[in-house]
């Protein structure tokens, strides 16, 4: 077996051998790291046999479980059958039937284009899958909105404030929010990932790194809103934790260990208390039976997730020293172990208070959308998906099989990251989701728009390809590799016309090239943000920005408005080390000032002399009506900005030197909007400046 063989056999499986640098240097792929991404997409290559087995298993192309299609066009499929039948069976989603006549081609058959979206059952002679139709496009601003622009705002959910939060934001400072925004006319809410983190280790709280992207994190459910405030009252009064609440509730950071010890003992109360009241009940009536349902709907992945938040706490308390499943006995690791049935046998009750802390967040997000809706926005709530999860978590923990479980996901060395970027998350597997129909893309879609009116995809690249890393190897020893991009556009598709919910996409960074209009055929808006809104002649002005977009000041990633203006980022920066010439790069900043200041001059949203660098209020007020003049059919405005506040939510290549996600907001969420320059800029904002 020579080099070539497997060289080869990763250019079939989709695997890059070489990548291009930001100085249009190529590299290639080293042999080692190659085959164990090959290894960990299930073609094993380390033997000639190996690559023989593997390349029969690239060949047996038959038709797979699901297929995709885009609505009135002609369908080709793979057929290595030396007869077709010459007619099919369509039965669609409504369950009403049809045939459909098959046409024999060079490289397979042919069916006519299907006129009806949705999932049907197409069977072709003794070979049954499901044909999932979408539209051409997602849902856009034009399918749900009378207006060409509509405006919104984004939050940091554990940010805001409310009395009883314990010091972690929840839904109902997002309803709070949400009730003020479209007061002011703002038609949507963009929020931070609300998906599942670990309920036994409050030290993993970043939003981006969930250990299950299906389900939510009950810390920022909203209980009162499904079982009322006399029952929280009571809870609380139960749990003796009024005193210590109130110094949390009043920190202007989140301290996760005793928030999330404060909430979870409340929410034990609540549990106990519904347990002994509600499902003792028989038969199980109201929110009982709502409970039970929602059980029952969600089926055996929630109750897998559920088993591994009660196994993980168990194992925390047996050796704390081992937080990652990865490292438990062969017994814990296996979900379908004996000693794991045994332990669900006995952990019925603890399994049953996961659920619970399920339905809460369930029901209380869907709620926080529906009053987003009669407040009067157009779109309500944005919901935020992570591109992967945790390999610790509770996903891969149930589903190794479905995840690149042996990899991890990031960034090539580029102009921002020398040294590339390993973000410590795991995903789904291109292969796996191919063989297993997308389902688990499809689940996760679903998981993200039920209670959304948008969802916002990171790193949107991932719809055509990732930078996956081998265990133990630098962020630069890693390697693209492609995923069903047609396909998940499609599937995408489908799912924003069921929902009747936009697309957004996160495409900073390194892009492929033609990647941004392919997301436009879509209907998947990108983003244009203020910093990187720049062409050879300076900052580009906001008539070329693009229109299907969504125009923002900043992201979470990024400096404030506020914050860049007095320099406030490069003083973090440097106090984290990320900075090896502070005054250099404060020199280049003045510069910047100067030539941000006359770009706004230019666009006729500034004029004058520039502020002083302590003076940030006037530039904030400029930026946001800069963005708000933009083509861009959505512009969406942080509240760190609409505040005028100084400190990013996290500070990238940081994790214990920066206070990452715990940044809280000063004023109650349903206040904060209320500030004379608050009210100018959203009134600017909403207006699309015209004021």
Not at 163 to 181: E, F, K, P
Not at 314 to 323: F, I, N, T, V
Not at 372 to 384: E, F, H, K, N, V
Not at 398 to 420: C, E, K, T, Y
């Amino acid at each position: 077996m020579n080099d070539s063989s497997v060289r080869e056999l990763a250019r079939r499986a989709g695997v890059a051998v070489q990548w291009t640098d930001r100085f249009g240097k190529r590299h290639r792929v080293s042999l080692d790291t190659t085959r164990r991404i090959l290894a960990a997409l299930q073609l094993p290559c380390q033997t000639l046999d190996d690559v023989r087995h593997s390349r029969r298993a690239l060949d047996n192309v038959t038709l797979p479980p699901l297929i995709t299609a885009t609505l009135g066009r002609a369908i080709d499929l793979p057929w290595r059958r030396p007869n077709a039948p010459p007619r099919a069976r369509l039965i669609r989603d409504d369950g009403t039937a049809t045939d459909i006549p098959v046409h024999r081609t060079s490289r397979g058959i042919r069916l006519q284009g299907i006129k009806a979206i949705g999932y049907h059952t197409l069977e072709i002679g003794q070979t049954r899958l499901t044909l999932a139709v979408a539209p051409a496009r997602c849902v856009g601003i034009a399918d749900i909105a009378n207006r060409e622009r509509l405006a919104g705002v984004a939050a940091q959910i554990y940010a805001l404030r409310h009395a009883g939060d314990c010091g972690i934001g929840d839904m109902s400072g997002v309803t709070a929010l949400a009730q003020a925004a479209a007061a002011r006319g703002l038609e949507s809410l963009a929020l931070s990932p609300v998906h599942a983190v670990f309920a036994a280790e409050s030290g993993q709280f970043s939003p981006y790194s969930p250990s299950n992207r299906l389900f939510y994190n009950p810390l920022h459910a909203d209980a009162a809103s499904v079982l009322g405030n006399e029952r929280i009252a009571r809870a609380r009064t139960k749990a003796g934790v009024d005193l210590p609440i109130g110094e949390l509730e009043s920190s202007s950071l989140v301290d996760w260990e005793a928030s999330t010890r404060a909430k979870m003992v409340i929410l034990r109360r609540l549990f106990e208390d519904f347990a002994a009241t509600d499902l003792a009940a028989n038969p199980a009536i109201g929110i009982a039976g709502d409970f039970g349902t929602f059980c029952s709907d969600r089926g055996a992945t929630l109750q897998e997730h559920a088993l591994f938040e009660a196994l993980h706490q168990a194992r925390l308390e047996a050796d704390p020293k081992q937080p990652n499943w990865n490292q438990w006995p062969a017994i814990w690791r296996d979900p379908r172990s004996a000693a794991v049935g045994k332990f669900a046998a006995q952990s019925r009750r603890e399994i049953l208070f996961h659920c619970f802390l399920q339905w809460l967040a369930d029901r209380s997000f869907a709620g926080a959308q529906q009053k987003a809706r009669t407040a009067g926005m157009t779109i309500g709530l944005i919901a935020d998906l992570a591109v992967g999860m945790s390999a610790a978590g509770s996903y891969a923990w149930a589903h190794r099989d479905d995840v690149l479980s042996d990899l991890q996901i990031g960034a090539p060395p580029d102009l921002f990251n020398a040294n590339g970027q390993n973000w410590g998350l795991t995903t789904l597997s291109p292969r796996a989701l191919q063989m297993q129909g997308y389902g688990p893309f499809i689940a996760t879609l679903q998981a993200c728009m039920r209670h959304a009116g948008g969802l916002r995809v990171d790193h949107a690249m991932g719809f055509l390809r990732l930078w996956v890393i081998p265990q133990g190897a630098t962020a630069a020893e890693g390697a693209y590799i492609a995923y069903p991009v047609s396909d998940l556009f499609r599937l995408t598709a489908l799912e924003s016309y069921r929902h009747r919910a936009i697309v957004i996409g996160e495409d900073l960074g390194t892009v492929p090239a033609g990647f941004r209009e392919r997301l436009a055929r879509a209907g998947i808006y990108g983003m244009s943000v203020l910093w990187f809104a720049r062409n050879g002649k300076g900052l580009i002005p906001p008539h070329d920005w693009p229109s299907l977009a969504v125009a923002m000041t900043s992201t979470h990633d990024l400096p404030t408005v506020a914050g860049w203006w007095r320099g406030t980022d490069l003083d973090a920066r440097a106090s984290c080390g990320l900075l090896r010439d502070v005054q250099d790069e404060r020199m280049v900043r003045s510069s910047e000032r100067d030539a941000l200041w006359a770009a706004f001059k230019s666009a006729k949203v500034a004029e004058g002399e520039a502020p002083a660098a302590a003076e940030a209020s006037p530039i904030v007020d400029a930026a946001v009506h800069f963005v708000a003049k933009t083509k861009a059919q959505l512009a969406l405005l942080p509240l760190e900005d609409a505040l005028g506040l100084e400190r990013q939510p996290n500070m990238p290549g940081t994790t214990a030197e920066y206070p990452n996600w715990r940044y809280r907001y000063d004023a109650e969420a349903a206040s904060m909007l209320g500030e004379t320059s608050v009210r100018y800029r959203i009134a600017s904002l909403v207006n699309r400046g015209t004021q």
